[in-house]
């Protein structure tokens, strides 16, 4: 049975810490469209309180998260334990996303020291946190970052960088607005 929690406290704080993997799910409104769910490594989420939550949105093949917070701003966050003792972590809660060309994503990147480039920032006030047993979860062993991601990012130039994330992540699979190159942007 699933047992609720009214805060992020000591107890779901560590097991949030010693996750090396989480999932982020999203959908736009309505019975059309895409759920998405993607996965993220690296040390790239940080708890702010007791109900609220940021993590490092560094880029990948689709704009999906960005568009659906856009949208409606849902978005469930799920951990599991793929070593110790089984268990499942969400958290539900209404979401944004600071991109890095928009105000106020300098102060929030600072967050995550380790990452120079990062597509945007979501930030995500929780308004359900919930555990439940995991017993159909495997174990796997850890073995370490793949660091592509990383790498990709760190030999373009900021300008590249940039003009590539507005050409890859103009909209969603689904039609929604991604991101927008700011007028008077050559």
């Known amino acids: 049975m699933a047992k609720t929690s009214p805060r992020i406290d000591d107890r779901i704080a560590a097991f949030i810490k010693a996750q090396k993997m989480f999932f982020v799910a999203t959908a736009p409104s309505g019975s059309?469209?895409?759920?998405?769910?993607?996965p993220k490594g690296y040390d790239s989420f940080r708890i702010l309180g007791p109900k609220k939550v940021a993590y490092l949105d560094l880029g990948g093949s689709g704009i999906e998260t960005v568009a659906h917070l856009r949208q409606n701003g849902r978005i469930t966050f799920m951990f599991c334990a793929f070593e110790g003792k089984a268990n499942i972590l969400r958290l539900y809660g209404q979401g944004e996303a600071i991109?890095?060309?928009?105000?106020?994503?300098?102060?929030?990147?600072a967050l995550f020291p380790d990452f120079p480039k990062a597509r945007a920032i979501i930030t995500a006030d929780i308004t359900r946190i919930q555990d439940s047993c995991g017993w159909g979860v495997p174990f796997y062993e850890f073995a370490g970052e793949r660091d592509q991601l990383i790498r990709t990012n760190a030999?373009?130039?900021?300008?590249?960088?940039?003009?590539?994330?507005?050409?890859?992540?103009?909209?969603?699979?689904?039609?929604l607005p991604g991101l927008v190159k700011p007028e008077g942007d050559a």
Do not use: M, Q, T
Request: glycine residues 8%.
């Open 99 to 109: 991109c890095f060309d928009e105000p106020g994503f300098d102060e929030k990147l």
């Open 155 to 175: 030999h373009r130039s900021d300008e590249d960088w940039r003009e590539r994330r507005y050409a890859s992540n103009a909209e969603s699979i689904d039609g």
């Open 32 to 38: 059309e469209g895409h759920v998405n769910v993607s």
